[in-house]
């Protein structure tokens, strides 16, 4: 694969030493590393090939990741608005099945972990806390909170703490008056919000990746429209629901309240934005955030997870996922059900979090801060959270 600039070498890690990954021998004799190399092989071999079939335009994807990141990106929304078009309970009910835990495992990587912000107390009792309230059922006031104390000890200009504090106060006044409602618009839009801090991750060098961010609004807009309502109806008929995802159920969980035909709509626009959401933090978030122009192999991924987190960290949430998975098996509604209950909550998790990072690194949330330390990427998890509630 030389002749296309890229080759998975048999570490995996893609030659990113600059971004901490162990790559040394011993490292990839161990059992993990052995495992990881084992399941990964054909799908890199696979992705080599497919790449070398491309010839001149496959170089210039690898070589340009603004072109690459964006050509995929455009891909997966596109893909994700036909399968939401001819099949959307079966995408509602696959979706969370298969990519419900890895979207979750992206999310505390790179909104938490690579940031740093895991090493700070205050940040735990800011949003753990909080959002361990809206897991349990408490929502919205709870994430409210969240934000609120975000703003309070974010090491940010006044301005930015000012604007999330008044956002924090209007988000508790909504929650207030109607919980429900509240609830609702949350949930539709971390969805649409995944899109946006994509978007905002790091510097670039174009604006290419405004095609897909435009190509994702357009769809919406086209689904909330009403501009498939035609072929909806052309193959309801051929479409049989899987079991445990319905219509009405269906439409009373993701458009409670809303009367025809807003409520399919709404829940058309909900499925498509979940598998984007989905596909952000699995698949255009690790492309952005590293260092690295050229891709990295998939094998190159899972050890780099397992760096940020450490082993028994990276086990478990591999078996977590394997678990959601294997259970599918067996009864694929009560998986997803499981998932979602394992879920509940993380949005507002995930939008304090956000939005911390933006008032303490402005618009690039995926940049190093000037404080980070230059050893830390090589510490795991659990080696991080010990250090800080050492220097508590």
């Known amino acids: 694969m030389d002749s296309i600039g890229w080759t998975a070498p048999k570490d995996a890690g893609c030659g990113e030493s600059n971004e901490g990954l162990d790559t040394n021998a011993a490292d990839s004799r161990d059992v993990a590393g052995r495992l990881m190399d084992a399941i990964c092989a054909p799908i890199d071999r696979l992705r080599r090939h497919a790449i070398a079939a491309l010839g001149p335009l496959g170089t210039v994807m690898v070589r340009d990741r603004e072109l690459r990141v964006t050509t995929v990106a455009a891909l997966m929304i596109l893909t994700a608005l036909i399968v939401t078009i001819?099949?959307?309970?079966?995408?509602?009910?696959?979706?969370?099945?298969?990519?419900?835990?890895?979207?979750?495992?992206?999310?505390?990587?790179?909104?938490?972990?690579?940031?740093?912000?895991?090493?700070?107390?205050?940040?735990?009792?800011?949003?753990?806390?909080?959002?361990?309230?809206?897991?349990?059922?408490?929502?919205?006031?709870?994430?409210?909170?969240?934000?609120?104390?975000?703003?309070?000890?974010?090491?940010?200009?006044?301005?930015?703490?000012a604007i999330v504090l008044l956002a924090a106060g209007l988000f508790a006044l909504a929650a207030l008056r109607s919980r429900m409602l509240t609830d609702m618009v949350v949930a539709h839009g971390h969805n649409v919000f995944a899109i946006v801090l994509w978007a905002m991750w790091r510097k670039r060098s174009s604006h290419k990746h405004w095609i897909p961010v435009a190509v994702f609004f357009s769809a919406l807009a086209l689904i909330l429209g009403g501009a498939f309502d035609p072929l909806l109806r052309a193959f309801s008929s051929l479409m049989r629901l899987p079991d445990g995802v319905g219509v009405s159920s269906s439409l009373d969980w993701y458009a409670p309240g809303v009367a025809s035909p807003w409520a399919l709509r709404l829940t058309l626009a909900f499925i498509f934005a979940q598998s984007v959401h989905y596909a952000v933090w699995t698949r255009l978030v690790p492309e952005d955030d590293r260092a690295r122009e050229t891709p990295r192999s998939f094998a190159g991924s899972l050890r780099a997870l397992r760096k940020d987190f450490g082993l028994w960290i990276f086990l478990a949430l591999g078996l977590v996922a394997l678990g959601i998975t294997v259970w599918a098996t067996w009864d694929m509604a009560a998986a997803r059900l499981g998932y979602l209950n394992l879920s509940q909550g993380h949005a507002y998790i995930e939008l304090a979090a956000a939005l911390l990072l933006w008032m303490e690194r402005g618009r690039h949330l995926g940049r190093l801060p000037a404080h980070e330390p230059a050893h830390a990427s090589r510490l795991s998890l659990p080696r991080r959270l010990a250090f800080a509630f050492a220097r508590m």
Do not use: E, M
């Open 86 to 161: 001819y099949a959307p309970f079966y995408l509602l009910l696959l979706g969370p099945v298969l990519l419900g835990v890895p979207h979750l495992i992206g999310d505390v990587c790179y909104l938490f972990v690579r940031p740093g912000l895991h090493r700070r107390a205050l940040v735990w009792l800011a949003i753990a806390v909080p959002g361990g309230f809206a897991i349990a059922g408490k929502g919205s006031l709870a994430g409210a909170a969240s934000l609120a104390l975000c703003a309070l000890i974010a090491r940010a200009p006044l301005w930015r703490r």
